[in-house]
């Protein structure tokens, strides 16, 4: 399978899923603006969308939108643990959690990228960003180190990558000290760190 991706964009966490659940991928990068892929072909002819990640599989059958990525990486290797079985109320509390991290937090940060975005667009987005930060940082508070309890999911790859773009926005994450420790916690997995290295992100 190949997985198109952009540098620390959302798609770094499919890319971390597939270095945790050991596929044997091929990786391609894919700059956003131009809509083309370092080696030169149009990324829309592969996703209109023109969006990553894209997950091309070998049967020739594309899959976009992170959090039906992860779940399907998952479920091909059931003996990671990365998700809860399909139809347990686990999986559900799985499903709740992606979607808060894509709705609530993923959409925010989109016009502190925007060079186009108003000054009041973007502090209503720290407002909303700090707000649902200030949540995790509860949730955490309670003792669990990863969202769903005592291991890793899928969904501890997506926040990570979205809490950890305060890092490229005037977002200090030290305010919520739960939740920093959870990022680097996370950060200091081997496998996250090989993606992280792989996409230039770190050394």
Excluded at 148 to 174: C, E, H, K, M
Aim: glycine share 6%; aromatic share 12%; charged share 20%.
């Amino acid at each position: 399978m190949k997985l198109y991706f952009s540098p620390g964009a959302c798609s770094l966490s499919p890319h971390i899923v597939l270095r945790e659940a050991g596929f044997d991928a091929e990786f391609e990068q894919v700059d956003l603006k131009t809509k083309k892929t370092k080696s030169g072909a149009d990324f829309t002819a592969v996703n209109p969308k023109g969006q990553v990640p894209t997950l091309v599989l070998d049967n020739g059958e594309i899959l976009t939108e992170g959090p039906a990525i992860v779940q399907y990486l998952a479920d091909q290797k059931p003996q990671t643990n990365l998700a809860p079985a399909n139809g347990t109320f686990e999986r559900y509390r799985l499903q709740e959690w992606l979607n808060f991290v894509a709705t609530e937090l993923h959409k925010s940060f989109s016009p502190l990228f925007n060079p186009a975005a108003s000054a009041d667009a973007k502090q209503m987005s720290k407002d909303a960003i700090s707000n649902r930060f200030g949540y995790l940082d509860k949730h955490f508070a309670k003792g669990s180190p990863y969202l769903t309890g005592q291991r890793f999911t899928v969904a501890d790859a997506y926040l990570f990558v979205v809490a950890g773009w305060s890092n490229y926005v005037p977002i200090d994450l030290g305010q919520w000290p739960k939740l920093k420790a959870f990022v680097e916690k996370v950060g200091s997995r081997p496998k996250v760190l090989e993606a992280m290295k792989a996409e230039g992100l770190v050394k």
